[in-house]
């Protein structure tokens, strides 16, 4: 199920787009403290942010450039602000689709799914996995972190896709090998070390040199 976050100051609109979007199953939280709406995007870990431009503390352009640093989630801006100069700016800053108010439910409703659809290759329950800015596509074996996009040999997505699933506990390596190779034969145990090594790597690449710890002699995990 999908996570929807709201950054409005207009509490009408919020109550009417949360309505609207638990109506179609989505999963809904709107900010409250509007001094600190990275740190609820970090905690709340949203699949697609409907972002206003006129905030409290902070303009709209200022939170899409700051969430654009650790993520590349979809943000949709609603504004009265229409004029082209916005319009430009909304996209040029990394935002997906904008939306004028005043607005029709059903085409913010629509264009929600277009979105998550492109994002996400919408269509299952939950395809992606999201943990600290860490974006996994489940769908495309695909890893996304800020403004970089990673692909993943099979064997690395379901080592990701594993970890990422039991985030905050540790995998065993018996565990992670059998999920990999699907077989009760015998794997040599450097065979995995060496695919977590080279995720690693690739990990490093992009700044997430610390993403998967090792307890040594157990397994690895994702810290919660």
């Given amino acids: ?9 207009d509490v009408t609109i919020t109550e009417v787009l949360e309505r609207q979007l638990k ?15 990275l740190e609820q995007f970090e905690t709340y870990e949203p699949h697609l942010v409907l972002l206003d431009i006129s905030l409290p503390f902070f303009n709209g352009y200022h939170w ?34 904008f939306v004028a ?12 799914q277009a979105v998550l ?3 996400y290759s919408f269509g299952a329950d939950m395809n992606v996995l999201n943990h600290n800015g860490v ?32 985030k905050g506990n540790t995998v065993a390596r018996d565990t992670i090998i059998k999920k990999l190779w699907e077989t009760e034969s015998f794997i040599d145990d450097n065979t995995l070390t060496v ?20 307890k040594k002699g157990v397994g690895y995990l994702v810290e919660a």
């Fill in 1 to 9: 199920m999908y996570k929807i976050m709201i950054v409005e100051d």
């Fill in 135 to 166: 974006t996994l596509n489940l769908g495309e074996s695909i890893l996304l972190y800020g403004n970089e996009r990673l692909e993943l040999t099979k064997n690395e997505f379901r080592i990701m896709q594993l970890l990422m699933e039991h």
């Fill in 101 to 112: 108010k005043p607005f029709n439910l059903e085409v913010v409703t629509a264009k929600i």
């Fill in 64 to 97: 899409c450039a700051e969430i654009r640093k650790i993520s590349q989630t979809p943000i949709i801006f609603i504004s009265s602000a229409s004029d082209d100069m916005n319009l430009v700016m909304a996209i040029n800053l990394g935002a997906d689709d």
């Fill in 117 to 119: 659809r492109r994002t």
């Fill in 23 to 37: 109506k179609w199953g989505y999963l809904v939280q709107a900010v409250a403290n509007f001094g600190s709406v």
């Fill in 195 to 214: 695919n977590v090594t080279r995720l690693r790597k690739k990990l490093e690449g992009i700044g997430l040199s610390d993403f998967i710890a090792t």
